[in-house]
């Protein structure tokens, strides 16, 4: 089963924009992870904000996370036509060892 | 440091077939995962790994997909016998432990007639 629902399903913007992804989950987490999907080609981490945590930078990216409303936030600030991928948050519940459960993305397209 | 290495690439059979795909995670990690990614949806879990042991398979069809990594390294997934639906991107991962990044292969691509 898939817990994460990311909104918009699909994003278009023009090159040095910003974009703004949302996730909403249903269960308590341990932490929440975002990655991106290039096509045809694996997951690359992109970053990770555990549940005590409420706001997390890396780089050009920027995550929220609201536990009282179960949702989170990334954004990508300057936007580059090399952030054109499917970008997921994964929720990962699990007490004893990491199980990640993915959404079913966000597609970003970015317009030169 | 070298990536997870999966293979093949791409696998088109018929169904009622059968089909295996191999991963090799990155050297030293202990865990090791594979996903079921359909057409636009994202990963699912089929099978997690500790070393050897099994962690998690509660979303694997056991009556037709198998996993094995018997000496705590390599990986094989098995579907026999292939059905339409299991046409999708079989990923692999790895990590250093139970916790924290996973480390994602560019995924076998399959599709079944």
């Known amino acids: 089963s898939q817990q994460g629902e990311e909104d918009p399903q699909a994003l278009s913007i023009q090159e040095g924009e910003n974009a703004t992804m949302n996730c909403s989950y249903k269960t308590s987490i341990n932490n929440l992870q975002w990655y991106r999907q290039n096509s045809g080609r694996g997951l690359v981490h992109l970053i990770l904000?555990?549940?005590?945590?409420r706001e997390k930078h890396s780089g050009r990216l920027r995550v929220t996370l609201d536990t009282s409303k179960k949702s989170s936030s990334l954004l990508i600030t300057a936007s580059r036509a090399a952030d054109t991928a499917s970008y997921f948050c994964?929720?990962?519940?699990?007490?004893?060892?990491?199980?990640?459960?993915f959404g079913q993305g966000t597609r970003l397209t970015i317009n030169p | 440091e070298a990536g997870v290495a999966q293979s093949p690439r791409y696998k088109i059979i018929e169904k009622r077939q059968s089909v295996a795909f191999w991963c090799n995670p990155i050297?030293?990690?202990?865990?090791l995962y594979w996903y079921q990614q359909i057409l636009g949806q994202g990963p699912k879990l089929l099978i997690q790994f500790q070393n050897n042991g099994v962690v998690d398979d509660s979303q694997l069809p056991k009556d037709r997909f198998s996993a094995e990594r018997l000496k705590g390294v390599d990986s094989t997934l098995k579907i026999q016998p292939a059905k339409l639906e299991d046409s999708a991107v079989y990923l692999c991962a790895s990590s250093p432990g139970t916790l924290g990044t996973q480390y994602f292969g560019p995924g076998t691509r399959l599709l079944v007639l």
């Open positions: 904000i555990r549940s005590n945590e």
């Open positions: 994964a929720t990962d519940e699990s007490r004893v060892a990491q199980k990640l459960v």
């Open positions: 050297s030293g990690h202990a865990t």
